[in-house]
């Protein structure tokens, strides 16, 4: 079983840029495919980007295409996400997620979840 740890979140302003990581224990995250959510008060959990276990495999959602970025270091056992051009739309607590092999947007699909960490956009 992994556990994952989300990290680099914080406040900045439209237009700047953040780089999120997850960082996987307990297995090594070459074992897992990774997508990473986000999910704003109010509103449903959503797909953000998902990457395959090799990593030669990304997907993202249209809302964030061309503005981010989701790679992985098997040998530091990370997943980041580098964000930039951020809106104040991408205001939202941000969560990784696991699982063997699926890397898309249905997040019922993943098994193991980050705790979260928060970004947020002023404009």
């Known amino acids: 079983q992994v556990q994952l740890v989300e990290s680099g979140g914080g406040l900045v302003q439209a237009g700047g840029s953040l780089r999120l990581s997850c960082a996987a224990s307990?297995?090594?995250?070459?074992?897992?495919?990774v997508g990473w959510f986000r999910q704003a008060p109010g509103k449903e959990r959503e797909f953000v980007a998902g990457i395959s276990r090799s990593g030669t495999m990304t997907y993202y959602a249209d809302s964030v295409k061309g503005r981010f970025t989701i790679s992985r270091d098997n040998a530091k056992n990370t997943v980041s996400l580098q964000m930039d051009s951020l809106k104040p739309e991408d205001t939202a607590v941000y969560y990784c997620?696991?699982?063997?092999?699926?890397?898309?947007?249905?997040?019922?699909?993943?098994?193991?979840w980050g705790q979260g960490t928060q970004v947020t956009v002023s404009s």
């Open positions: 997620a696991a699982n063997s092999y699926y890397s898309g947007e249905e997040f019922r699909r993943y098994n193991y």
């Open positions: 307990g297995r090594t995250v070459s074992s897992y495919a």
